[in-house]
């Protein structure tokens, strides 16, 4: 393909992309992903809308540039909506759809799951009762639980250390806009 001459980066965008090398790591991110529990074809498709400069593509973009069928596409939006990793909307003026990441999706993704560590951390306080705290089973589970708790207790202030990171590193950008 050829790029405008003495165009940055970013005016290229996804022209300027070797096709094959996403492609490629498209696949590897969701295998990843799949690897970590993630259904396959739901992991194909975040992770193409991962790398899309929008981070929204309609269906048929979507069974294009995967070369999948529109109702894996269909199947995959509805586990990812479903996990709240993706939103649909619609099109100005047009009746298709389009799936977008969250903004921050996986800031957002791990606040969520913050909300299901703390279901899980009561469901193993209430089996370590049933199977009584002095048995293998109930110290096995209550430590469990235990772990549970300390993650709700440190996600929040890790996460604020991101947000903190993010504000810092935005601020030097500016400072070096501002100066450049």
């Known amino acids: 393909m050829i790029e405008p001459e003495g165009a940055p980066d970013e005016a290229r965008g996804e022209a300027a992309r070797d096709e094959a090398a996403v492609s490629r790591f498209v696949e590897r991110f969701a ?5 970590a529990g993630m259904q396959r074809m739901a992991a194909r498709v975040f992770a193409a809308l991962l790398v899309s400069d929008s981070g929204a593509l309609t269906s048929a973009e979507l069974a294009e540039r995967l070369r999948i ?4 596409v269909s199947g995959a939006i509805r ?9 649909r ?6 009746r298709r759809d ?3 990441l969250y903004n921050e999706v996986w800031y957002e993704t791990l606040t969520r799951r913050d909300q299901v560590v703390a279901r899980w951390e009561s469901t193993m306080r209430d089996g370590a009762k049933v199977l009584g705290p002095g048995t293998p089973a109930g110290l096995r589970i209550t430590e469990t639980a235990d772990f549970f708790e300390f993650v ?4 929040p202030k890790m996460l604020q250390r991101w947000r903190d990171q993010q504000a810092e590193r935005r601020a030097a950008e500016a400072r070096a806009a501002e100066a450049g």
């Open 89 to 94: 909307e619609r099109e100005p003026g047009s």
């Open 98 to 100: 389009r799936y977008r």
């Open 31 to 35: 295998a990843d992903l799949a690897e």
């Open 79 to 87: 586990y990812l909506s479903q996990v709240d990793m993706v939103v």
């Open 69 to 72: 069928s529109p109702a894996a």
């Open 152 to 155: 709700q207790r440190e996600l």
